[in-house]
């Protein structure tokens, strides 16, 4: 087990282009949520899945913002039409269920830089 | 609604010396508490979590938590820091569980820096 990674590290687009990040939980993880970390700012819920559906969707989440996990194994978090508002730390976590509340495993996160 | 205050924004400690940072929680309900560490260029890790049972709790590298209700607050401390332990600090709190859904909230952040 090598916990929650995330692809790619770091990600400079341009104003108006479409990027999509993956994310692949811990292996036996059912529940997948994605962050954005802005600077000076702890860690805001954009999302949550329990294994393939998509349970909960913060209002941060613009319609420019669709995140998918097929088959409840990785995760892609697409954003269309960047703006500079998105550049931001998105971060992915994963935990097990059937713990009740427990800790959430961190990737490192995609930084995304919108020139 | 569920939130939480990092009063101090900075904490400069130098090495060997004790530290505490401090959170304060706002909830309507019972709450469970974590704080984590993100060192640079890397995402969250736990250090400790407060569930139920003792107010105090003890985590990974030496670091300890107080939940004291009445103050609705649960701060770190750890008696003698190291410069490993420069990183920023978040302090975090969950509602539970519901709908299989754990929302967590974060602070904004301490971040601690260590002098030799």
């Known amino acids: 087990d090598t916990g929650v990674s995330q692809d790619p590290r770091h990600k400079i687009t341009k104003r108006g282009q479409n990027v999509t990040f993956r994310c692949d939980p811990i292996?036996?993880?059912?529940?997948l949520y994605w962050y954005r970390q802005t600077l000076g700012q702890g860690p805001e819920f954009l999302t949550y899945?329990?294994?393939?559906?998509?349970?909960?969707k913060s209002r941060l989440l613009s319609d420019r913002f669709s995140a998918e996990r097929p088959k409840g194994s990785f995760s892609t978090l697409e954003i269309q039409r960047t703006e500079q508002g998105d550049s931001a730390m998105y971060l992915c976590?994963?935990?097990?269920?059937?713990?009740?509340?427990?800790?959430?495993?961190f990737g490192p996160g995609t930084r995304l830089t919108v020139t | 609604a569920q939130s939480v205050t990092q009063l101090d924004s900075q904490v400069p400690v130098f090495e060997e010396a004790p530290v505490e940072l401090r959170c304060n929680y706002s909830?309507?309900?019972?709450?469970?508490l974590f704080w984590y560490v993100q060192y640079p260029n890397q995402g969250l890790q736990l250090l400790l979590k407060?569930?139920?049972?003792?107010?105090l709790v003890k985590g990974i590298n030496g670091f300890e938590a107080e939940f004291n209700k009445s103050q609705t607050s649960f701060h770190l401390r750890k008696p003698s820091v190291h410069i490993s332990d420069t990183a920023e600090y978040f302090c975090?709190?969950?509602?539970?569980?519901?709908?299989?859904?754990?929302?967590?909230?974060f602070g904004t952040g301490t971040k601690l820096q260590v002098i030799p």
């Open positions: 976590a994963s935990s097990p269920i059937g713990t009740g509340v427990g800790e959430q495993y």
């Open positions: 292996s036996e993880h059912n529940r």
């Open positions: 899945f329990q294994n393939e559906a998509q349970l909960e």
């Open positions: 909830s309507s309900v019972s709450v469970y």
């Open positions: 407060y569930l139920s049972g003792s107010t």
């Open positions: 975090a709190v969950s509602e539970g569980v519901s709908g299989g859904y754990q929302k967590v909230t």
